[in-house]
């Protein structure tokens, strides 16, 4: 077990130490990591889902995990690890809330609330539910390849980055997922709805 001088300040100790610290449950070297990186988190949060309070939640998921696992983990590189950890946290929140947090807000950017009419508003429901239906169907690889792609505006090149697959693996995964549901939502044809499967 290594052993830090008690005078020696937390700020200038690197991650290995503050993570030797943490393992030992040293409450203040896990309040010098939080504020290390805890932003850092949020922001990249924030980039992907554009909501505050979710990117928030999600960074303190994310620190409550750490502190949670201090015991066992065994890590190299912290920021490396942490950043793998919220994309999880990421992904998962996104599967969880698609229907309200995503899809359901990019259909509704074709048809504006005030100017809606009921009916109107009863099919975009019926659409949503439809979508989710659908979806829930994929596989999940295709399933999450199509998310980043129309749901977090992903380019191919980013998706097979994140995911560590071929470009061309990704556009046949995307291919195969818009085809899949052009054939199960052929009920609904609205121009929009081609334009939006079709982006």
């Known amino acids: 077990m290594c052993v830090y001088p008690v005078e020696m300040a937390l700020n200038l100790m690197t991650d290995p130490e503050l993570l030797t610290l943490l393992r030992e449950g040293d409450e203040q070297a896990f309040r010098e990591l939080y504020e290390r990186y805890w932003y850092k988190m949020y922001v990249l949060a924030h980039r992907k ?11 303190q998921e994310l620190f409550v995990m750490l502190w949670q696992k201090r015991e066992v983990l065994r890590v190299i590189n912290l920021q490396a690890f942490l950043g793998v950890s919220l994309r999880n946290l990421i992904v998962d929140y996104v599967r969880r809330n698609i229907q309200e947090e995503h899809y359901l807000d990019t259909l509704r950017l074709f048809f504006p609330t005030e100017t809606m009419a009921t009916s109107e508003a009863v099919q975009l429901n019926e659409l949503s539910e439809a979508i989710q ?51 199960n939502l052929r009920d609904f044809t609205a121009i929009w709805l081609l334009l939006w499967l079709s982006e």
């Open 49 to 59: 889902l554009r909501r505050k309070e979710v990117a928030e939640e999600l960074a």
């Open 133 to 183: 239906n659908t979806l829930a169907k994929l596989p999940e690889k295709t399933r999450e390849i199509f998310i980043l792609s129309r749901f977090e505006h992903l380019t191919i090149r980013e998706i097979a980055q994140r995911l560590n697959l071929s470009e061309k693996t990704i556009e046949y995964h995307l291919s195969r997922s818009t085809a899949f549901l052009r054939q």
